[in-house]
């Protein structure tokens, strides 16, 4: 079960991964959770990619922390678990946003003509230094 904030609105619903209530809540598609990707940059939290009823989707973190650096990005890749620049882009990347903030839970619209099923990992990258701080792997629902 999750609870969703999205657009500065607050859905206390509760969600069942996969299963909306009478098609007007919000879908957890896919799930995962941050790891770092070595002892010098660590993540933990989830990463949601979720569908709302009126089609937005969104890309969440929660309970999300990163080890805070320079020009971090938050990036969609198709790698599951990308360690390098190279890995991260090779399998097919997008680029969501800057990252908001190393700490806290926060969301990323996605357009709607994006396809998620390409994706693989949520990747909090420097693009400064071309370093990956941390990946979440996601797992279907």
Not at 55 to 80: A, I, K, M
Not at 93 to 100: D, G, N
């Amino acid at each position: 079960m999750h609870r969703l904030i999205a657009m500065g609105l607050l859905w206390a619903a509760m969600i069942s991964p996969g299963v909306a209530n009478a098609q007007t809540e919000p879908v957890v598609l896919a799930t995962g959770t941050f790891q770092g990707a070595d002892s010098v940059h660590r993540g933990e939290g989830k990463a949601l990619l979720v569908r709302l009823a009126d089609g937005q989707r969104f890309l969440r973190f929660e309970q999300f922390r990163v080890t805070n650096g320079p020009d971090l990005y938050v990036y969609l890749s198709g790698h599951p678990a990308p360690r390098s620049s190279t890995q991260l882009h090779e399998a097919g990347a997008r680029e969501v946003a800057v990252l908001k903030g190393n700490v806290g839970s926060q969301n990323y619209a996605l357009p709607t003509d994006l396809d998620l099923a390409k994706f693989k990992s949520a990747v909090i990258y420097c693009k400064r230094f071309t370093v990956i701080f941390a990946t979440a792997e996601f797992a279907r629902n």
